[in-house]
């Protein structure tokens, strides 16, 4: 019973890494691609402004969670290979 109880209570830690890795970063990217087509549209003064800035944190939002996955993923190859030790490896 205390493993099921153990296990129940990690469950949320995976369905919210499964929610914000596997929904939250396409969403993240199709508001990017959104507000960058207002930018293209003929959108005039602070609101090209303020769509060219929240598309750019978008994109770069996006881009640093996927160098850090891959950066993740070959953590023990740099590790052992390379002599990097980068997130803990």
């Known amino acids: 019973m205390h493993t099921l109880l153990h296990n129940l ?3 949320w830690r995976v369905m919210l ?3 914000i890795f596997g929904a939250g970063l396409p969403t993240v990217f199709a508001l990017g691609i959104r507000w960058r ?8 003064g602070g609101a ?9 944190l978008c994109f770069a939002v ?4 996927v160098v850090t996955g891959v950066l993740f993923i070959a953590r023990g190859f740099l ?5 990097i030790h980068l997130l803990g490896a």
Do not use: E, K, P, Y
């Open 9 to 11: 209570s990690d469950l």
């Open 17 to 19: 890494a499964a929610l």
């Open 37 to 44: 087509g207002q930018v293209d549209d003929g959108a005039t």
């Open 48 to 56: 090209r402004t303020g769509a060219l800035v929240a598309s750019s």
């Open 62 to 65: 996006v881009m640093i969670a």
């Open 79 to 83: 590790a052992a290979r390379l002599g």
